[in-house]
């Protein structure tokens, strides 16, 4: 599976951005997706998953009520709808996928197998 996230861009403070991660080589339906973040020296942090059907989502406490994730399996893709923006949102954004186990809760990197590029997320005060 190759992973393709876009979206990135420079927003201000309150703002919003959607992002999406895009599948080719194999279909998205049986697996988990999820999206994380990684700022300038800190380590990868877990930000929302979805499960293969879409109907079980996690997020980190840190997003929730701001963040969204969703999925299109038609289209292969997957998107993180994310509002009211703060300059601790600033990262790089990272979505993966791992074969999805009875909708389980996968938030450690080691976990998934499968990882996009990063799209950068610049937030501004």
């Known amino acids: 599976v190759q992973l393709q996230a876009s979206g990135g861009g420079l927003v201000q403070a309150g703002g919003s951005l959607r992002l999406s991660c895009a599948a080719s080589?194999?279909?998205?339906?049986?697996?988990?997706m999820g999206w994380f973040r990684q700022a300038p020296g800190k380590e990868r942090d877990f930000v929302a998953q979805?499960?293969?059907?879409?109907?079980?989502?996690y997020y980190a406490d840190s997003v929730k009520g701001r963040f969204t994730i969703s999925r299109d399996n038609a289209k292969n893709t997957v998107y993180l709808q994310m509002n009211d923006l703060k300059p601790e949102d600033t990262a790089v954004y990272y979505c993966?996928?791992?074969?999805?186990?009875?909708?389980?809760?996968?938030?450690?990197?080691?976990?998934?197998?499968?990882w996009g590029q990063g799209t950068l997320v610049t937030v501004s005060s």
């Open positions: 993966a996928a791992r074969i999805d186990v009875d909708s389980h809760y996968y938030y450690r990197t080691y976990e998934y197998i499968y």
């Open positions: 979805i499960s293969w059907s879409g109907g079980v989502t």
């Open positions: 080589g194999r279909t998205l339906s049986s697996y988990a």
